[in-house]
């Protein structure tokens, strides 16, 4: 098992998917729920999510392959896709997005549309797991992602968790801070991302 590999992994998925920056979103989305409905409402998102990211992990490469784009070539687009949030997030652009998704939401249980789905399990999330177990392809590959995917998750739990105290203890500007130093940590993984599938392009060549 790489732990080099698992580090870089996890890191990567969890700037992604951002426990922190979801916890409020969370908090205002199941605003005056008992303790026991918002953890009904984690749990259906948070297996929902792991979910969606395991079909793309066993998956995503036969995805690829059909529409007949290379590794290397995903692995780049990829890389500037994960910028691209990481701009977003140092700019605040990310969070305004997220919290206009949780304005829209009228339903009472908003565990699949939208926490499940685009705050966890988004196109960032998705892009990721793809570009991780491809890395590494073959069964430990896809058993390393899982295991990060999983680990991430249960990260999500715990903040949900703890969300309203958590809240209360960051406050705006404390959220906004670890938010644009976790901006700033995806854009030199993306970067690393982009480098690595020039590398891969160029040793196919």
Known sequence: ?????LVTS???LFVIIDPI???PLFVALTQGMSDAQRRRIAFRAIVTGFGILCVFTLFGEAVLAFAGISMPAFRIAGGILLFLTAL???FERRSKRRQDSSDE???DDPSIFPIAIPLIAGPGAITTVIL????HPGWVGIGETLLVVSTV???VAGFFALGAPLERALGKTGINVVTRILGMLLAALSVQFVMEGITSFIALS
Request: glycine share 8%; proline share 0%.
């Open 105 to 107: 939401e009228t339903h």
């Open 1 to 5: 098992m790489d732990i080099a590999f």
């Open 132 to 135: 991780v177990s491809g890395a």
């Open 10 to 12: 996890f890191v990567t």
């Open 21 to 23: 920056g979801l916890t």
């Open 153 to 155: 998750l249960v990260i």
């Open 88 to 90: 977003d997030m140092l």
